[in-house]
Antibody, heavy 127, light 107 residues
């Protein structure tokens, strides 16, 4: 069964750090790019970051660039999102999602739609 | 950067009725790189449609997508009770990788 399971959410004070994990099962993890998408309470979906299948290409939303860092361990089928200098506006449910068919060529890396989603983990940044 | 605008914000219909949801891009979308997701309360988004009009695995044929250029539509031919949810369009294959519309609530 193809599955993504997020963990690591919690309550944290502004300025602190938190690391989220996304564990994959049921598919060849190393073949797929993985996205992080978040949803603030009562709001829509906001794309956060993506990491290519081999970990060589990383892209971030402007709202998190320089504060968040994405990485992966293909041997353990796990993706990570390290969130530093957290702000109250980072409060959200964080989802990881599999990219269906992203690819890289000489022109760069291009990412597709998200065909498998985890159930999400909640991050609350509050003093 | 292309911006996606969905309309209406909220659509009020009854089971059995036809729903038409719109997603408009601020610039022409190339290569039919548009997807739709459904999100029910407390759940993760679910892929419905990709490449403008292709249904994802397991999606009933009452869901259909259409459009080109800057105007795209998700149609639900006859609403079932489980279809009342929030729907998002998503532009992919360009930068930034994850451009979403703001969502349409179907109630």
């Amino acid at each position: 069964q193809v599955q993504l399971v997020e963990s690591g959410g919690g309550v944290v004070r502004p300025g602190r750090s938190l690391r989220l994990s996304c564990a994959a099962s049921g598919f060849r993890f190393s073949d797929y790019a993985i996205h992080w998408v978040r949803q603030a309470p009562g709001k829509g979906l906001e794309w956060v970051a993506v990491l290519s299948h081999d970990g060589n290409d990383k892209k971030y939303a402007d709202s998190v660039k320089g504060r968040f860092s994405i990485s992966r361990d293909n041997s353990n089928k796990t993706m990570y999102l390290l969130m530093n200098s957290l702000r109250t506006e980072d409060t959200a449910v964080y989802y990881c999602a599999r990219d269906f068919d992203g690819y890289c060529n000489s022109g760069g890396c291009y990412y597709y739609y998200m065909d498998v989603w985890g159930k999400g983990t909640t991050v609350t940044v509050s003093s | 950067e292309i911006v996606l605008t969905q309309s209406p914000g909220t659509l009020s219909l009854s089971p059995g009725e036809r729903a038409t949801l719109s997603c408009r891009a601020s610039q022409s979308v190339s290569l039919s790189h548009l997807a739709w997701y459904q999100q029910t309360p407390g759940q993760a988004p679910r892929l419905l449609i990709y490449a403008v009009s292709s249904r994802a695995i397991g999606i009933p044929d009452r869901f259909s997508g259409s459009g080109s250029g800057t105007d795209f539509t998700l149609t639900i031919s006859s609403l079932e009770p489980e279809d009342f949810a929030v729907y998002y369009c998503h532009l992919y294959g360009s930068l930034p990788p994850g451009t979403f519309g703001q969502g349409t609530r179907l109630e």
